[in-house]
């Protein structure tokens, strides 16, 4: 596997919340820590039933994704997928505001690092793990789904968004990526090509109607509604006998999924982009930005600011 | 052809509307006597001019799919094929409240031993004839179609519904069946993969807006303005260049149908299916389901009722 | 490759708009009249910075594609694909009440002549380098998109469509031709089986709303908000880097996209349904319509009057 380290560790140490000593106290690095053992509990695992459980996600205050949460998520999946008495696995945010957010481009060299049992990228193999669970994936989005956030929860079977707060954005291509997360091979075949092109080029906020009109998302729900919708579909799921709901989800599955290779093609695209030019040329323009506006603006108005730092590198290339 | 006769037959005695004695005169059974002369004439061809015909269903009260359904929708469909003025073909329920509903399960033996003159299941070969007739087919929904009956509706080519009165359910998953009928092959190509995941694993009722928002139908129409549109469209499509029609309707089918042996082989899971002991193990909830609440009200509430029996079950295993 | 030459030049004689000499006069011929040097001015290129470029069609009053369109679009196309700066190209009207509109079918023989330095015909290979420029296509449409016009739109990234001026129709059909441009293998994944088949069967008007609930264009504006909303995504993604833009619009497209040996054959299916009897049978008919009514009348409301020819044809036919 070609891990372009060098490149990825200079990111590491320019880009956005990523470490220098002044800031390593600041509340976007401190959650962000990966390596100390309070990140283990990032994920909890809840039991509704003997049939229905709930990975919920906590990574405060912006619920970034971190190396530790590939690895703790990976063994909850690999874990659940040995209990035969589970059908429905939820999958929520404990986080306000935010869903999965986006990878912490402050650790790209972990996440790179990253490899599984089977030598597969991390990232990869996670994703064919929940693709291939033995029970029904579900996940209930309040708050912002972002960057590889949007393309794990793409993964799952079902997505049930609250209509009032959940908000979509795929920010790689606007920073200089390429998205590599699988995401766009999901959405293309959910929303068509050309709003999957909109959504992945523009790096823009998408509402939760307008993820729905997409395809983006199963179903919206009046936020007040959204908790009570998604326990009902997993208890009448999971009163389903087993056997016919995953015969069923396979057969689906198969036919609709992007293949594993396809995924870790795109991965490996994504990896390589890790040392285009364009990336570098904007590091310093959102760090900038970020330390101006501060990280909850702007995780919480991404669209706007994806778009005001490119803006900003333009104006100056035009000087 | 793997037929698992006995466990079907098994099916056969103890499920639902088939044949104890004493149930013998029940209107549900009745009506799928197909064994009698008079189940000759479920199937109507009507001529509305020589170049568009309508087929019309009637198997009262419920418009069960038996197995006469399929000798007689296969002869009329291939009749028709023949006659080279036909151009448009109307698929229509003569039954108040149902479109074609799922397949009589008290049936099951009968439909397993169905093959056609090729040699391949009679439903898988239906399917097909109706797929590369040389007309175009167009079903006017109003009422429900559940099951089988909704996976023969997936195979038209045009979908037009009642938005009052049109209902979908695929009810297999529900009852501890693989839907192998087609349904999930199609559907997934139009609807997604997690809309379709959702429709056929929840095994719940959804309303005509709901399926035209996830590319089940064509098109709703309001229900007093159905009639109009489909014959409007008809006597359009009527005027036209039949090898026009036919050779675009082609090209279309050609890229996005389901292939005869993905069919196939969905088909070869539901007849193995029948054996699943989730199956078994709903066959006696569901026979005292449908005998308290009466057959009726189970099929106009399938959704409710799929439900209802699947919570009972859980609830005597908990016990 | 197979031409029809006679059939066409038999076509250019008597149908449609094209040319005895008593009809030479008439606006509908004169914009089309590709020979003249003036006909170089239909596309006029735009720049509206650096990065962003339009390519506006003019040729009034009814902006019927002719083949100097095929010839100066190509050549647009090839040139703002080897300037590096480019990254969005806008693709709109200059006439009011038409976007790009069908082929000029009273020169088919000079379209079927038309062959790219490849020697592929140069319709398909027009499509292949929009498809694979390096640069961003977007589309505004205000007006209506028929015919090739609407296969052309179909190829493009992005389709923005006002929601009040913008209509589709995909006539050939309706004329006894088959719609070989590219348009169905397109549709086809965007709006599913059925409503492709309605779409290019039914040869109808298609009001934007409609379109956009079918995946047809990529979002609707209301049309007094069309232009900025097209101008700010416009300047939004030309701010981003390049590489990022093109990666990803070349991974989702490889993705969504029919292949040019897909459209090729579809191609040679056209120009053999030029041949067809049910053309022939039409072209009088459709002449005398489009002589009664005027070709304004006919091109704005194509929906209904090709249902009108048709009719026509079959009510002689019954006598």
């Known amino acids: 596997m070609r891990m372009p380290i060098r490149a ?12 220098t000593p002044a800031q390593a106290s600041a509340p976007a690095l401190q959650a962000t820590s990966a390596a100390t053992p309070a990140a283990k509990t990032i994920i909890t695992v809840k039991t509704i039933s003997p049939e229905v459980r709930e990975i919920s996600y ?8 971190v190396p530790e949460t590939l690895v703790a998520l990976n063994q909850a999946v690999l874990d659940l997928s040995k209990d035969d008495r589970v059908k429905v696995v939820l999958f929520t945010s404990a986080v306000d505001g935010f869903f999965y957010n986006h990878f912490d481009m402050g650790q790209f060299p972990g996440f790179i690092r990253q490899v599984s049992a089977t030598g597969k990228p991390l990232w990869v193999e996670l994703i064919s793990n929940i693709e291939k669970a033995p029970f029904l994936t579900v996940a209930s989005i309040r708050g912002r789904a972002q960057g590889g956030g949007d393309e794990l929860m793409l993964a799952f079977d079902l997505r049930y968004a609250s209509k009032e707060k959940a908000i979509f954005n795929q920010p ?17 075949r959910l929303a068509g090509r050309d709003r999957a092109l909109e959504a992945f080029l523009s790096a823009d906020d998408y509402d939760a109607s307008t993820a729905e009109r997409f395809g983006w ?6 936020d007040a509604e959204l ?4 326990a009902k579909q997993a208890m009448r799921l999971a009163t389903f006998d087993k056997t016919a709901l995953i015969e069923t989800k396979k057969h689906i599955n198969a036919i609709a999924l992007p293949t594993e290779a396809e995924r870790l093609e795109a991965y ?23 330390q101006d506006a501060g990280p909850m603006n702007v995780e919480t108005r991404m669209g706007y600011y994806v778009g005001e730092g490119n803006r900003q590198i333009q104006e100056s290339g035009r000087k």
């Open 217 to 222: 998302v199963t179903r919206t729900l009046p």
């Open 58 to 65: 906590a990574n405060p205050p912006l619920n970034f994704i």
């Open 172 to 188: 790689e291509v606007g920073i200089g990526l390429f998205p590599g997360g699988g995401g766009p091979d999901h959405l293309v």
């Open 8 to 19: 990825a560790l200079l990111l590491s140490t320019v880009l956005l919340y990523g470490g």
């Open 268 to 290: 490996h695209q994504f990896t390589k982009s890790v040392t285009w030019p364009g990336l570098q040329q904007r590091m310093g323009v959102f760090g900038k930005v970020i």
């Open 227 to 230: 908790d009570e919708f998604v």
